[in-house]
């Protein structure tokens, strides 16, 4: 395995576990959060074990910031190996109660900084000729349906396409990237509080019902589901195995496989 890393959603969650699972590796990690205070502890505490990093504020909904994050890489370590576009943010409420400022945080996040992160690392890693590895964070939501979670249904269904589309075309023109997609179930991260970095521009009228994500099946207690989730040290344990075997689904929870076969049998008849 190569020597640079690049994860975006850096600062918390399965961006975290990433970031310290590389750096383990010995890799130069580039971290890549909006949350400027948390990229800065991460930061501190990685090197005071040892790891080189890069830290690098970084809207992933802004292309501009996205495409200062690959100059910053590249000026910085000369090459990128790893991309890891993993940001992401959450929430739920009838899809035809979501509001555009809803659409367009949630999409913009999930599913414009993965594109962003496409068009700005691609041709650098072409460029470079060398064994490179994008890894784009969707869930177990981008391979199912149902009630419940669409705005977030819809940005990670997304995500699976568009990596699924990009793994194709750089096979059809022989490029040496491996393009891998994580579908993971509940994972103890913090994106049921993501609103706490929702832009003043895309906040809701006061009055407006705080959204509440859901389960997988559309009903429970999410919260509870997430406290009892997989620890993001596992989910980052599964991407590098992931990225060793070059695996293109990543399943960090099997047990959801059912839900995905049930919907591509519907599909079928």
Not at 173 to 195: F, M, Q, Y
Not at 196 to 225: C, Y
Request: aromatic share 4%; net charge negative; hydrophobic share 45%.
């Amino acid at each position: 395995m190569k020597n640079v890393a690049v994860i975006t959603g850096a600062a918390s969650g399965i961006g975290r576990g990433l970031a310290e699972r590389f750096a383990a590796e010995g890799m130069k990690v580039v971290l890549a959060d909006v949350e400027e205070a948390a990229l800065a502890k991460l930061s501190a505490a990685l090197e005071a074990k040892g790891a080189t990093v890069l830290a690098v504020k970084t809207d992933v909904s802004n292309a501009a910031e996205v495409e200062n994050l690959a100059e910053r890489t590249l000026e910085t370590f000369g090459a990128v190996h790893i991309l890891c576009n993993n940001a992401g943010v959450a929430c739920s409420r009838p899809i035809w109660e979501h509001t555009v400022a809803d659409w367009e945080w949630v999409l913009g996040v999930n599913l414009w900084g993965v594109i962003h992160g496409i068009r700005a690392f691609v041709p650098r890693m072409l460029a470079q000729g060398d064994p490179c590895h994008i890894v784009n964070t969707a869930s177990i939501l981008g391979l199912v349906s149902g009630g419940g979670t669409g705005i977030y249904k819809v940005s990670k269904h997304g995500v699976v396409v568009l990596s699924e589309v990009l793994a194709d075309e750089l096979a059809q023109k022989g490029a040496n990237i491996h393009v891998h997609v994580l579908c993971p179930g509940w994972v103890r991260t913090g994106i049921l509080d993501s609103e706490r970095n929702r832009p003043d521009a895309l906040q809701n009228h006061k009055t407006q019902t705080p959204s509440r994500l859901q389960t997988i099946g559309g009903s429970g207690d999410a919260r509870a589901e997430m406290e009892a989730g997989m620890s993001p040290t596992e989910v980052a344990e599964h991407v590098y195995n992931a990225i060793q075997n070059g695996t293109f689904y990543i399943h960090t929870h099997p047990e959801h496989k059912t839900a995905i076969r049930e919907r591509m049998e519907r599909i079928l008849e």
